[in-house]
């Protein structure tokens, strides 16, 4: 099946710090990936949609200035949380469509946040 | 608007015994897409099962079966011959296709437990 990979799995950061995370398709062409956003026992929280090429569409709420979405190849989206705080400490997951698939989106295994 | 419901926040069934997971939905949207997701304590989602709103069939993978009632608006997942493994998070979700934007909104989910 189609394996999407994120980097990196863990990260600690100090408050104040910038922190990329890297959500790659292996085998496959993703013309649109997405990010989710998961507190401790809650359910994913669509952040926002990346299509290739494009401007990120943000959900409701969510600060674009503040998560920074570039998805400059059909195999590569960056989402980059800019002066984090501790408010920011949760698991971020992305998930990549398949760019001839049908429905299903291929998830990656989270990065887990922790902002100090 | 789109909305997932998940009413059992806690489940729990004997190794072996067959269970059923709730799952109800609400939209306006004649085309959408139904997905269950298991993620165990790990943080991966895995992807489980579809079922799309004209199949005439419930789905089935292996263990796992969809049992669609569209009337009812409901997409309980059934899990038979439950496996210590089957532990974990179980999450259902919704894509609406009308809108071509492929976005999953996901349930609150349900934690399920498989006793030994």
């Known amino acids: 099946g189609a394996v999407v990979s994120q980097h990196p799995s863990w990260v600690i950061c100090k408050s104040g710090t910038s922190v990329k995370i890297e959500c790659r398709s292996l085998d496959f062409q993703a013309t649109t990936m997405f990010w989710y956003r998961q507190f401790p026992k809650q359910s994913l929280m669509l952040m926002a949609t990346s299509n290739e090429g494009s401007k990120a569409t943000y959900e409701q709420g969510v600060e674009k200035d503040k ?22 400490s949760s ?4 998930s990549a469509l398949e760019a001839r698939g049908q429905n299903e989106q291929f998830f990656g295994p ?3 946040l922790t902002v100090l | 608007a789109q909305k997932i419901t998940q ?15 709730d799952c109800t939905y609400d939209t306006s949207d004649p085309s959408y897409g139904l997905f269950w997701y298991k993620q165990p304590s790990s943080g991966e989602m895995i992807f489980l099962i579809y079922q799309g709103s004209y199949d005439q069939q419930n789905a089935t993978e292996g263990r796992y079966s969809l049992n669609f ?3 009812r608006k409901s997409a309980n997942l059934v899990i038979s011959a ?7 998070m179980y999450f259902c979700a919704m894509s609406n ?6 976005n999953l909104f996901f349930g609150t989910g349900t934690r399920l437990t498989v006793i030994p």
Do not use: W
Request: net charge negative; with cysteine.
């Open chain 1, 110 to 112: 989270g990065t887990r």
């Open chain 1, 91 to 94: 698991f971020y997951i992305c």
């Open chain 2, 7 to 21: 009413t059992q926040p806690g489940m729990f069934v004997q190794e072996k015994e067959a269970v059923t997971l």
């Open chain 2, 69 to 71: 009632q569209k009337a």
């Open chain 2, 97 to 102: 296709f009308q809108t071509g934007a492929n």
């Open chain 1, 67 to 88: 998560f920074l979405i570039n998805h400059a190849s059909l195999t590569l989206s960056t989402l980059t949380v800019t002066s984090a705080h501790p408010e920011d």
């Open chain 2, 82 to 88: 439950s496996q210590l493994g089957d532990s974990a």
